[in-house]
């Protein structure tokens, strides 16, 4: 979402950034944010990407110990959103390591979510390109979800633009409540679902 590897590095006491594109590596460091040397080509690679190697700045963390169960959270959650890319976790202080594949995609992640609670009904999954147009441009927008109710009292909605958990929601999240709202009002007036019961179902509902 456009900082990205500027605010590791700003964060960072030290960082080295080794980049292999069109057929050479290259490699750059930093210590707290300031370059420390020039990009340095280091010969000709058929290797493609880019490892960072950092360590959060002890001036700016009290701790500054990794969280591999964080990690691992952070790193289903990518596995899923993201089809076909695979992530390997490591940890090299004492060698565990677990791989995320993801298979499935959003629907297996809502299924995850939903394992330890009854399911009601199928899982509905919606997976489409949406065209449209703003300031004369054309574009398309990407939406996938996938919706499982279950005999929970507590609802769990997790939102992501371009891979970012939108923790607090957005426009994009009020629109789906607000359809699915009117979408099962509707459903529920013509089969008269609602009979003995004042009014229209609201969202929370």
Same mark, same amino acid.
């Given at each position: 979402?456009?900082?990205?590897? /500027? %605010?590791?590095?700003?964060? /960072?006491? $030290?960082? &080295?950034?080794?980049?292999w ?14 370059? &420390? *040397? ?9 290797? $493609?990407? +880019? ?14 110990? &990794? ?12 596995s899923? !959103? =993201? /089809? =076909?890319? @695979?992530?390997?976790l ?5 060698g ?9 995609g959003?629907? /297996? ?7 330890? @609670? ?5 899982? &509905? ?8 147009e703003?300031? #004369?441009?054309?574009? %398309? ?14 609802? +769990?909605?997790?939102?992501?633009? =371009?891979n970012?958990? =939108?923790?607090?929601?957005? *426009?994009?999240? +009020? ?5 699915? *709202? ?6 529920? #007036?013509?089969?008269?679902? !609602?009979? #003995?019961? @004042? ?7």
């Open positions: 979402h456009g900082v990205g590897v /500027s %605010v590791v590095n700003a964060l /960072s006491d $030290r960082l &080295i950034l080794d980049i594109r069109e057929g050479k590596a290259h490699t750059v460091r930093f210590e707290r944010g300031d370059p &420390i *040397t020039e990009v340095q080509l280091v010969g000709p690679s058929d290797r $493609r990407g +880019t490892r960072v190697h950092f360590h959060p700045d002890p001036l700016i963390f009290a701790t500054t110990e &990794i969280d591999f169960e964080i990690l691992a959270n952070r790193f289903r959650e990518l899923y !959103l =993201n /089809s =076909n890319v @695979k992530l390997t490591r940890d090299l202080r004492n565990k390591e677990r791989i995320f594949d993801g298979e499935g959003v629907p /297996s992640f809502v299924k995850l979510l939903a394992q330890n @609670k009854e399911p009601i009904g199928d899982l &509905i999954e919606f997976n489409e390109d949406i065209a449209f703003l300031d #004369g441009n054309a574009s %398309v927008l990407g939406v996938q979800i996938a919706l499982q109710w279950t005999d929970a009292y507590q609802e +769990t909605i997790l939102c992501y633009t =371009n970012i958990a =939108n923790r607090d929601g957005g *426009t994009h999240l +009020t629109g789906f409540r607000t359809a699915l *709202t009117k979408v099962v009002n509707a459903y529920a #007036g013509e089969s008269g679902a !609602l009979k #003995g019961h @004042k009014g229209t179902l609201a969202g929370e509902e």
